[in-house]
């Protein structure tokens, strides 16, 4: 069983930055890749990002050049730093690996 748990969501600024993390457990963490996906209130859920078994990543467009997906397999965890965050960043950030999602944490952008 996958258990993911994703912390680092808070209130920011437009402009200002995040790290998210998510802890996964139950799993070889190191064999999965890793996507972060977002879902604002009354919007269909978007893939943000993924770092791959290998280290590689992708980007949605609309993130691409501010957010920064990673891995450190030592400690079973992926992040999302995001950077120069927009109020059309609101959403809940959701990991998923194997097929295993989070809880979300909540980002808020408001001046």
């Known amino acids: 069983q996958v258990q993911l748990v994703e912390s680092g969501g808070g209130l920011v600024q437009p402009g200002g930055s995040l790290s998210l993390s998510c802890e996964a457990s139950g799993i070889n963490f190191r064999l999965y890749g890793v996507h972060w996906y977002r879902q604002a209130p009354g919007k269909q859920r978007e893939l943000v990002a993924s770092?791959?078994?290998?280290?590689?990543?992708n980007y949605a467009d609309f993130v691409k050049g501010r957010f920064t997906v990673s891995r450190d397999n030592a400690k079973n965890t992926a992040y999302l730093r995001m950077n120069n965050l927009q109020l059309d960043d609101t959403a809940v950030y959701f990991c998923n690996q194997a097929a295993g999602w989070g809880q979300g944490t909540q980002v808020t952008v408001s001046s």
């Open positions: 770092v791959r078994v290998g280290g590689s990543t």
